[in-house]
């Protein structure tokens, strides 16, 4: 049988992964991948991996590759993904192309791979963005002049039966009220607008890849569930621009056409979850709330705008509805998702021969391997 570098007959797992991440493979050379810190006595001398500590340099095509760059990145890309449960092969990202989902790009749970610039670039390829316009007021005899009145801020008032979802590097956990509003079912589709930093869910079917389990039943015995998060949070806190020690609390509302749903969230409502350390600071652009009975102990705060005081000016949250309402005309929310590529597509060498040349090499240790 093979031998490892070191001679050991035996390979371990974590063998067989070095071996697969190492980049002279594919021709190239990193430097400096670990590092001595020297003592006076040679045997207190210690080394570490390179974290960062000490600069490093990367040559490309340095010397003749063994393998493929293209077949040595899809082999990156798919370890990567398999610490988080990720056995699709190379998954693309799916952006809905039209209607009232336009620019959304949906969420893989279990890939990843994809970055914040991915994610734009997957909106930009169907929505370049609407322009966005100030507020006209139009007089008209009669009517009562609501500037400098302002909507209350329905976060300062009773939350708990506002649709939200509650975002944080452990888990994604949407409110009762959310789920029992919807009425989907057990499974959504998680969504992000990465231009217009929204959210968004719509119901979807327990075999698509793409679902997670929100709910425990259905109805109105329906239970919150906590939604492991850790393949795409990074992307999603990159994306809105979030402070990675904070959780974040996004207010929904829901729109209904039949029997179809789906919930938007914003990040223009919003609340947050500061550890007591981290809250007043000179000049903070947040007030607290109230202390939440959360169990890290993290008090609830909300973003106050420049000269607000209760809530958005009357006739911003009047156009905002109406905005809103032209949304609700253009529907079809059960669209699917095109096939967005990132960067070029990768020329991988077929199953078939790779199995071939995998039992070329292991000879009759492959067929003991592959019997049931």
């Known amino acids: 049988s093979k031998k490892t570098y070191l001679g050991n007959a035996n390979w371990t797992a974590s063998g067989v992964a070095r071996s697969l991440q190492n980049e002279r493979y594919c021709g190239d050379v990193q430097t400096r991948k670990r590092f001595k810190v020297f003592a006076a006595d040679v045997v207190n001398q210690k080394t570490f991996k390179n974290c960062g500590e000490k600069p490093q340099s990367y040559y490309k095509d340095e010397h003749d590759a063994i393998v493929s760059r293209d077949d040595f990145l899809a082999v990156q890309r798919i370890m990567q993904n398999a610490k988080f449960g990720g056995t699709s092969f190379l998954p693309d990202l799916k952006v809905i192309p039209e209607g009232l989902l336009k620019g959304f790009v949906i969420v893989h749970p279990r890939w990843g791979s994809f970055s914040a610039d991915d994610y ?5 390829s169907v929505d370049v963005g609407d322009k966005t316009e100030g507020v006209s007021i139009k007089e008209e005899k009669g009517n009562f002049d609501f500037r400098g009145y302002e909507v209350v801020d329905r976060k300062l008032m009773d939350e708990y039966l506002i649709p939200a979802v509650i975002l944080s590097h452990d888990e994604v956990r949407f409110s009762p009220s959310c789920i029992h509003s919807m009425d989907s079912g057990e499974y959504v589709e998680l969504m992000v607008h990465p231009i217009r930093k929204m959210m968004a869910v719509r119901p979807a079917p327990k075999n698509s890849k793409y679902a997670v389990r929100w709910a425990k039943q259905c109805g109105i015995e329906a239970e919150s569930k ?3 998060c850790r393949a795409y949070i990074d992307t999603i806190y990159d994306i809105f621009g979030w402070t990675a020690d904070y959780k974040y609390k996004l207010y929904g509302s829901i729109y209904r056409k039949g029997i179809e749903s789906v919930c938007f969230f914003t990040d223009s409502d919003i609340s947050m979850y500061i550890k007591p350390e981290n809250l007043m600071r000179s000049g903070s652009e947040y007030t607290k709330c109230k202390q939440d009975h959360v169990t890290d102990k993290r008090i609830r705060t909300v973003l106050i705008k420049p000269g607000q005081t ?3 000016e009357y006739y911003v949250e009047r156009s905002r509805l109406k905005e809103n309402d ?7 929310t059960g669209i699917e998702g095109n096939v967005f590529n990132i960067g070029i597509k990768l020329n991988i060498t077929p199953v078939h021969e790779l199995r071939e040349f995998i039992k070329a090499e292991l000879g009759d240790l492959f067929e003991e391997k592959s019997k049931p």
């Open 226 to 228: 906590n939604i492991p």
């Open 326 to 332: 032209v949304l609700s005309e253009h529907w079809h």
């Open 310 to 312: 209760f809530g958005d």
């Open 120 to 124: 734009i670039n997957a909106c930009l």
